[in-house]
């Protein structure tokens, strides 16, 4: 997967950058909001030792979570758990990009996975601010599927695509793979809703899409901090939690600094550079369909593997515009571009790690080591490392 880099250029990573002797010019601070999971425990933590590195990267203080009465008025960047809707982040005092790691959206339906698909029909229900056009503009860069706001409607979506091979059912406001099922008969699609509830339904939605095998799931990104740029494709690992289940276990990516053409003048795997263009159309009509989106860190999962046919497919699964679990390599990565002003690419990447703490490869940046009271013992961690030729 990876591309021929020159030598000269992979040099200068693992070094964090040094903590500004000056007076700090703002404060990062956290912002939890949404999913209870991601208001303590391991994903709290995680979000706090992400805005301390930011913190150093800005030369800002760290501030712990967002008050008001203490924040309020001063130069302040957040850190905010999930995308963030314009509403709020107004209360926040945050009006643009270099406000936040993260993003801000219009409604919050448009945060959620359910703007990749149409509607099943002109008349489904939909919520306030829906596009269609988006949808449309999208067809070409992702999987057949539809978005439901209904039971009926998902039925609905569930009958057509069925007649082509097994669907993936997945709840439009879902993280990390949860709550998602495949199935392959509209009795047990019919299951699968009933474990929705009536107001996720209505507020978030479900998507209805085909399952693919044999899949590879590639992250493309952008992250943009203060003067700093990293763009980036990579690829996703799974592995086991405390309870023998099959989770998200790390991302590992390969960041250039500067933008989307910096990182397609380097020469890259078809398949790659497939992905690539798919997630760029994708961020094209989110930035043209929704008037008000804005992001510092932006994240697309895109699936190749083969339909219930046996035919390639390849296509955008989601948007993340908020910290994510490749976050930590994110970070890394700027790290090593402030370090040097010539290094133009690194490798990078994050590990969730389950059971007892691992022993840690050198230069590896814990983001969380503990018993988390949810999924107990647990390791994080992120590495950057110099780029090396891979042939």
Request: glycine share 10%; net charge negative.
């Amino acid at each position: 997967m990876m591309s021929t880099v020159p030598q000269d250029e992979a040099r200068g990573a693992n070094v964090r950058p040094p903590f500004s002797e000056v007076a700090p010019r703002g404060v990062v601070v956290t912002y939890p909001m949404g999913h209870a999971a991601l208001h303590d425990g391991h994903m709290a933590a995680t979000r706090n030792e992400l805005a301390r590195h930011l913190a150093a990267l800005m030369g800002f203080a760290y501030g712990g979570d967002y008050d008001a009465l203490r924040h309020g008025g001063k130069p302040t960047y957040l850190v905010p758990s999930e995308t963030m809707t314009t509403e709020m982040a107004a209360r926040a005092g945050v009006s643009r990009e270099s406000d936040l790691f993260g993003g801000v959206v219009p409604y919050p339906f448009v945060a959620t996975k359910t703007i990749t698909h149409p509607l099943v029909d002109v008349r489904s229900r939909a919520p306030m601010g829906w596009c269609p056009e988006f949808p449309r503009r999208v067809a070409d860069v992702v999987l057949k599927g539809y978005s439901a706001f209904s039971t009926e409607d998902a039925l609905a979506a569930g009958r057509k695509l069925l007649e082509h091979g097994k669907v993936r059912l997945k709840p439009g406001g879902g993280i990390a793979g949860l709550g998602q099922s495949v199935v392959d008969s509209v009795k047990d699609l019919a299951l699968a809703l009933d474990a929705v509830e009536p107001d996720a339904m209505a507020r978030t939605g479900v998507v209805v899409e085909q399952d693919l095998s044999d899949v590879t799931t590639y992250s493309i990104g952008q992250v943009h901090v203060a003067d700093l740029i990293g763009t980036y494709y990579g690829t996703q690992s799974m592995t086991m939690n405390n309870h023998g289940a099959e989770v998200y276990g790390g991302s590992e990516i390969t960041v250039v600094r500067g933008d989307f053409d910096a990182l397609t003048a380097w020469r890259l795997p078809e398949d790659v550079e497939l992905a690539i263009a798919q997630a760029r159309a994708y961020d094209a009509a989110a930035n043209e369909c929704f008037t008000g989106f804005y992001a510092s860190r932006r994240n697309y999962d895109v699936a190749q593997g083969r339909d219930g046919a046996g035919q390639r497919r390849s296509g955008v699964l989601e948007q993340s515009w908020r910290q994510g679990g490749a976050s930590g390599a994110e970070i890394g990565a700027l790290e090593a571009f402030r370090a040097d002003p010539s290094l133009k690419i690194v490798r990078a990447m994050t590990r969730e790690v389950y059971g007892e703490t691992p022993a840690l490869p050198a230069g590896a940046v814990v983001y969380f080591s503990g018993v988390d009271a949810s999924v107990g013992a647990l390791t994080k961690y992120a590495l950057t490392e110099l780029y090396a030729d891979a042939r």
